[in-house]
């Protein structure tokens, strides 16, 4: 029989002040209208649910760029990266994942590397479903060099709904693959902008899982690839 906290998955820190929150709300509608306070407990039962934090199985080899983030894959095309990145303004085949709010909203690290830059620009809030959120949103830019040199660029763009961006890197930093950095809250987007050396290994449409699923791979083999409702 399993035990109980092999089945509960556990919540990121950065939860708990919300779930408290929530649970002393719907303690208080109890006391205002029983039905009211029902409500409070379903929505403390999806804070605790959207700030968790499963373990994921990392797959390890040379020249592979994970999944920074769980959510849709809505973008496989060329892009200028962030100019703040100083990458240059030639498009690099970008990645992007539109986490909704029933995804699982921590990040990790898509490759193994040293991290260059990490900044923080301001911006607005626009849908992060849609492509102008790329440019016109509140973003955290973080440019990294993997094993072999190469730039590999993320970044974790603010939804809507979102209001704060969590990432804990900073310049000089050692980091692996899977390994987690931060979060978005409340709805969002990540983009990932990758060297000419890899090839991408998904399609608009398919779903992404943080730390498990390889976005690309770095390698002669290029080509394109479309997607089918299967």
């Keep these: 029989m399993k035990s109980l906290s092999s089945v509960l998955v556990p919540i990121h820190a950065e939860g708990y002040r919300f779930v408290a929150i929530f649970a002393v709300a719907s303690l208080i509608l109890f006391w205002i209208w029983g039905p009211f306070g029902w409500l409070g407990l379903v929505a403390t039962a ?5 700030f968790r934090d499963p373990p994921r199985v ?28 100083e990458m240059g303004a030639e498009p690099r085949l970008r990645i992007a994942i539109f986490l909704s709010v029933f995804d699982c909203h921590i990040n990790r690290v ?6 260059v830059r990490a900044i923080y620009r301001p911006g607005g809030f626009l849908d992060a479903s849609y ?12 440019l990294l060099h993997d094993i072999e040199g190469r730039p590999l660029a993320f970044v ?21 693959a899977g390994e987690r950095f931060g979060m978005i809250r409340f709805g969002s987007r990540m ?20 730390g498990e699923t ?17």
Excluded at 64 to 80: K, Y
Excluded at 214 to 230: F, H, K, N, T, W
Aim: proline share 10%.
């Design 46 to 50: 999806w804070c605790a649910y959207f």
């Design 58 to 85: 990392t797959p390890v080899a040379p020249g592979l760029v994970v999944a920074p983030a769980d959510g849709l894959i809505v973008e496989v095309v060329p892009a200028p990266p962030p100019p703040e990145l």
């Design 110 to 115: 898509p490759a193994d590397g040293e991290i």
């Design 131 to 142: 492509a102008e959120a790329s440019e016109r949103n509140e973003r955290q830019s973080v």
């Design 156 to 176: 974790q763009i603010a939804g809507w709904i979102a209001r704060r961006i969590v990432c804990k890197l900073h310049e000089g930093q050692r980091v692996r």
């Design 191 to 210: 983009e990932v902008y990758l060297d000419p050396a890899y090839a991408p290994l998904v399609c608009v449409g398919q779903r992404a899982i943080a």
């Design 214 to 230: 390889v976005l690309a791979e770095a390698g002669d083999a290029r080509r394109s690839r479309g997607g089918e409702i299967r």
